[in-house]
């Protein structure tokens, strides 16, 4: 079995910054890592793509957050995505789910997700 483990949520103020970290653990390779994305879905909302990197390095990010967050894999655990969020504004409230695409699983991996919350 594969799994996520997440951290790095909590309490920001306006402005501040947080990173999380999403860790990819058990049966697999990887190279067998296709891409790995953070969602979030805030209160009454549908959950959302926040931000993307691809096994080749290419970003995606949802519009609001251009310019303020960052997705990264670790350089020295490569099993790990981190998403560094600066900046952040009260919208950016929400749980926040690790999403991982392997290649040899038939649906992508989700985290347990962690919860951001931005205050005034």
């Known amino acids: 079995q594969v799994h996520l483990t997440e951290s790095g949520g909590g309490l920001v103020q306006v402005g501040g910054s947080l990173r999380l970290s999403c860790t990819v653990s058990g049966d697999f390779s990887i190279s067998s890592i296709n891409a790995m994305a953070w969602y979030r879905q805030a209160p009454g909302g549908q959950r959302e793509l926040a931000a993307l990197?691809?096994?080749?390095?290419?970003?995606?990010y949802l519009d609001s957050v251009k310019g303020r967050f960052t997705i990264s894999r670790d350089n020295n655990a490569k099993n790990t995505v981190h998403l560094q969020m600066n900046n952040v504004k009260p919208e950016d409230t929400a749980v926040y789910y690790c999403?991982?695409?392997?290649?040899?699983?038939?649906?992508?991996?989700w985290g347990q997700g962690t919860q951001v919350t931005v205050s005034p």
């Open positions: 990197v691809t096994s080749n390095g290419r970003t995606n």
């Open positions: 999403n991982v695409d392997l290649y040899d699983e038939q649906y992508p991996l």
